[in-house]
């Protein structure tokens, strides 16, 4: 358990920390085309395409390293009143009844769409660049399979607890 949970942990932290730079792109990508529509009268073709896809790469390929940090909204007042082993038990039964379900849906239809996607080379209709929409889906894709990874290691920390009464240290 320790080893899996290990594994999943420092690729939740390395693709959160990789993915982070594409802020600095994003950041590029909107700085020029302020300069080049305010500054030159001549907006640029492709900001608008690139700034959503990045704006989207970034947030789902975030979503793990989020996860692992325990930086997604949570109403807690509840939960932290209970003790460690019951919040464990608390914490695995709403992985079983809502996380692992929707993560289910989730991948098989974004996994499904991906492939319709590359099979018919999917382009955006938004702008007269068209870029292709395949590789962004399947970031998305990629995105919901480690946050569905990052959902099984802290399944697997929360069992931890509720097996061994301690938290697991990797």
């Not at 950041?27 to 900001?47: D, H, I, N």
């Not at 938004?126 to 099984?152: C, E, H, N």
Request: with cysteine.
């Amino acid at each position: 358990m320790k080893v899996l949970v290990k594994v999943i942990d420092g690729l939740s932290e390395w693709s959160g920390k990789f993915t982070s730079w594409i802020v600095l792109v994003l950041t590029g990508v909107m700085v020029l085309e302020v300069f080049m529509r305010y500054l030159f009268a001549k907006p640029t073709f492709f900001a608008y395409d690139l700034s959503w896809m990045l704006c989207g790469i970034l947030a789902i390929m975030g979503g793990a390293y989020c996860h692992l940090h325990g930086g997604h909204v949570r109403v807690d007042f509840l939960i932290d009143r209970l003790p460690p082993h019951r919040r464990a038990i608390f914490e695995a039964v709403l992985y079983c009844i809502f996380f692992f379900p929707l993560f289910y849906v989730l991948v098989w239809y974004v996994t499904d769409n991906v492939i319709f996607s590359w099979s018919i080379g999917e382009r955006t209709s938004d702008s007269t660049w068209r870029p292709p929409l395949y590789p962004f889906k399947t970031m998305l894709a990629l995105g919901l399979v480690l946050l569905l990874l990052q959902g099984i290691a802290e399944f697997v920390k929360h069992l931890y607890i509720i097996i061994k009464g301690v938290p697991l240290e990797h």
